[in-house]
């Protein structure tokens, strides 16, 4: 199990493949696992680094609390430790939020960008954000992670054949200790770089789902002062990566190889038939499952 270790935490990560290096950052509540279904379509043209962010899967909970900057400084270092001065990064949902920041903190060391349902920021500036961050904070204590958890799961996979995708969301966010949960949607409500998109260089990818919690006004928005490309995927909720592994795997290898993004003909949810089932998605899925989902 690689670890790396900054300031006495230590900081999980697998690297799978070869060729150009690009960063998955996961998002709240779960690990690097989550990006199974991309690797093993990745692993072959790239070389593909998967950290669990701190306090989350295998790696050290952060002594002082979760932020967003030092998720993105920390992940900066274990770069420098694999020597990579120049790094591809693609982040879902919270792990967007790091995945801008680390372009921030380093412009030139990121070339290309793609953010997976995640904005520019998260502060409590309307009643639909208030929902998100606040009704979770508020139902955690009283419902538990486990209740709560399955009341997440229902919002990322609605549809009736996605039970697998659903039960394994509950029984990952289920097992998250509320006060990391907590402290991990106090790190992005407190979290903007709105003020500071204009320092980006990275050519950017904004891949969404059509149902995603955040307003698409908010993302297009982001788009357009990105000068981003977006790729907006029908059917699917939060859950693109999982729901949608077809559209989000062509929409990545489209933009890390500077292709052309797949005909709009193809940015559906996938239907039961394409659903690969857990942990069956290649070698990546089992190797994860026996480390992270036992």
Known sequence: MPMFTQGGLGLHYLVRGSGLPVLLIHGLGSSGADWA?????????FRIIVPDLPGCGHSDAPSHGPHIESFATGLWALM????????????????GAVALEMALQRPASVPRLALINSLASYEVTSFRKWLEARIPAALIPI???????RISAARLFPETWQVQLRDRAIAVIGAVAPATYLGLLRALEAWSCTAR???????????AGEHDYTPWPERSALATVLGASTLIVRGSSHGTPFD?????N???????????LPETASWQCDQQRDLTPWPGAGSIAEEHAARYCA
């Open 37 to 45: 279904f991309q690797v093993s379509a990745l692993e072959t043209r």
């Open 80 to 95: 420098d430790h694999l020597q990579e001065t120049q790094v591809n990064i693609v982040g879902f949902s919270l792990g």
């Open 143 to 149: 419902l538990g992670m486990t209740r709560m958890a």
């Open 197 to 207: 998109l204009g320092q980006l260089q990275a050519r950017t990818l904004l891949l």
């Open 244 to 248: 949608s592994v077809r559209a989000t």
């Open 250 to 260: 062509a929409g990545l290898i489209a933009w890390l190889t500077d292709g052309s």
